[in-house]
């Protein structure tokens, strides 16, 4: 089946890190750009950091700027979402998704619409 699976998520303390993964099944992920967003409770989902498909653009959220990083390993079909400094704040669900990008191998985007497939989510905690 076609679907993207997010792994990594767990309990951390402020200041430790997390590395996410974003796997894809069914699929390759060398036309996608990927995002990763993220949803605490009460709040609307935020795209944090995106991927293009070909040219290793990537563009992050002011609110990760610094701390986390994206990066792709189209032979192994993941995404990574490294998070270091974490704090409290980062609380939440995070989810990875992939936008088929046809004509363009350097775009990639924050915005949640569009995007052809997502993941079900990883749960981080930062909390001591």
């Known amino acids: 089946q076609l679907q993207l699976v997010e792994s990594g998520g767990g309990l951390v303390q402020p200041g430790g890190s997390l590395r996410l993964s974003c796997a894809a099944s069914?699929?390759?992920?060398?036309?996608?750009?990927i995002g990763w967003f993220r949803q605490a409770p009460g709040k609307e989902r935020e795209g944090i950091s995106c991927?293009?498909?070909?040219?290793?653009?990537?563009l992050y959220a002011d609110s990760v700027k610094g701390r986390f990083t994206i990066s792709r390993d189209n032979a192994k079909n993941t995404v990574y979402l490294q998070m270091n400094s974490l704090k409290p704040e980062d609380t939440a669900v995070y989810y990875c998704?992939?936008?088929?990008?046809?004509?363009?191998?350097?775009?990639?985007?924050?915005?949640?619409?569009?995007?052809?497939?997502w993941g079900k989510g990883t749960l981080v905690t930062v909390s001591s």
């Open positions: 998704a992939a936008l088929r990008t046809y004509h363009s191998g350097s775009y990639c985007q924050l915005e949640y619409y569009g995007m052809d497939y």
């Open positions: 069914g699929f390759t992920l060398d036309y996608y750009a």
């Open positions: 991927i293009s498909s070909s040219d290793g653009t990537t």
